[in-house]
C-alpha cells in the first residue's frame, strides 16, 4: 500500500475570519507554494480594502453613505454588485444586498474573493489544494485519480460532531447558518431569521455561487429545500431546527 501523500497547512486572520489552506504533492512547503499563498492573502486583503462593511474606509461603505459613485469605485465592485442582483432575482427577493436601505455584499464577496483567491494556487503544478474560509472551501486535486478532499459538514445543533462526510475532488463547498455567526442571515423579503432551518451546505462548481445558494436557501426557510431542488448541478444538505438532515442533489 502506497503511503498517502504528505500535506502542508498555512493559516492567517483576514476579512474577520480564518482562511486555512491544505496543500499536497509537489508543492506544499517550498518557494512556490509560500508565493502562492502569499498572492492569494494579498487578494484577500484587497477585498477587504474594498468590500468591508466593518470599515469606514472601504469603497463599499463610501458608496453606501454616497461619498463615491458606482463609477469612482473599483471595476470589482459592480461585478459584486450584478451577482447581488443575480442572487435577487434567482431567489424571488429572499437573497439581496441591500436590506433597509443599507449595503452589504458580504453574501456575495466572500465566495467571489476566495475563488478569486484560489486563481494563484491553481498555478502550481502537480499540487492539490483545499483553500477554507470561515468553512467555506475551494477544493482542487491534479487528476481524477487523486484522493478527495473529505469535507465535514458540522452539526449546527450539535457542533461537537458532524452530519456528513462529502468527497470533493474539484468543487466548492458552502454552509449557512446561526451555529457560529448568530443571527445574520435574514429573509430580504420579510427582514425576519428564519425560524425553521439550522444550517444549509451546497457542494457545487464554485464557490461564488454556491456561497449565494447556501444563503438563499436559508433564507427561504420552510422552503429551502423546495427552492434547492431547483438548482441543477449542486449536492448538499439542510438540517432542520428539530434535528432533521436531508440531503438534495442534482448533476
Same mark, same amino acid.
Request: glycine letters at 10%.
Given at each position: ?5 504528505? *500535506? ?10 480564518? &482562511?486555512?489552506?491544505?496543500?499536497? /504533492? ?55 454588485? +450584478?451577482? /447581488? ?9 429572499? $437573497?439581496?444586498?441591500?436590506? /433597509? ?13 476566495? !475563488? ?8 502550481? !503544478?502537480?499540487? #492539490? $489544494? ?5 468553512? !467555506? ?5 491534479? *487528476? ?6 473529505? &469535507?465535514? &459538514? ?28 448568530? +443571527? ?6 420579510? /427582514? ?19 456561497? &449565494?445558494?447556501?444563503?438563499?436557501? $436559508?433564507?427561504?426557510?420552510? #422552503? ?10 449542486? *449536492? ?5 431546527? #428539530?434535528?432533521?438532515?436531508? *440531503? $438534495?442533489?442534482?448533476?
Amino acid at each position: 500500500m502506497s503511503a498517502a501523500p504528505s *500535506t502542508s497547512r498555512f493559516v492567517e486572520h483576514v476579512m474577520g475570519m480564518p &482562511i486555512s489552506l491544505a496543500l499536497r /504533492g509537489r508543492h506544499t512547503d517550498d518557494a512556490d507554494a509560500r508565493g502562492a499563498w502569499a498572492e492569494a492573502m494579498a487578494a484577500l486583503h484587497d477585498a477587504d480594502r474594498v468590500f468591508s462593511p466593518y470599515r469606514e474606509d472601504s469603497f463599499v461603505s463610501r458608496l453606501g453613505r454616497d461619498e463615491v459613485s458606482l463609477e469612482e469605485c473599483p471595476t470589482e465592485v459592480a461585478d459584486v454588485l +450584478e451577482l /447581488g442582483e443575480q442572487g435577487r432575482q434567482q431567489s424571488d427577493g429572499a $437573497f439581496d444586498v441591500r436590506r /433597509g436601505g443599507v449595503l452589504d455584499p458580504s453574501g456575495v464577496v466572500k465566495g467571489w474573493a476566495v !475563488d478569486r483567491a484560489a486563481l494563484a494556487l491553481r498555478r502550481l !503544478d502537480n499540487t #492539490d $489544494f483545499c483553500l477554507s474560509a470561515g468553512g !467555506d472551501m475551494v477544493c482542487h486535486t491534479e *487528476t481524477a485519480a487523486a484522493a478527495p478532499w473529505w &469535507i465535514g &459538514i458540522e452539526d449546527p445543533l450539535r457542533p461537537d460532531r458532524v452530519v456528513a462526510r462529502v468527497p470533493v475532488w474539484n468543487g466548492a463547498v458552502a454552509t449557512s447558518g446561526l451555529a457560529h455567526r448568530g +443571527e445574520h442571515v435574514v429573509d430580504a423579503r420579510s /427582514g425576519e431569521v428564519p425560524g425553521s432551518v439550522a444550517s444549509v451546505t451546497v457542494v457545487g462548481d464554485d464557490l461564488t455561487w454556491v456561497d &449565494i445558494e447556501a444563503t438563499a436557501a $436559508f433564507a427561504h426557510g420552510p #422552503d429551502a429545500l423546495r427552492w434547492l431542488e431547483t438548482r441543477r448541478g449542486r *449536492t448538499g444538505v439542510v438540517v432542520w431546527v #428539530d434535528g432533521r438532515v436531508e *440531503t $438534495f442533489g442534482h448533476r
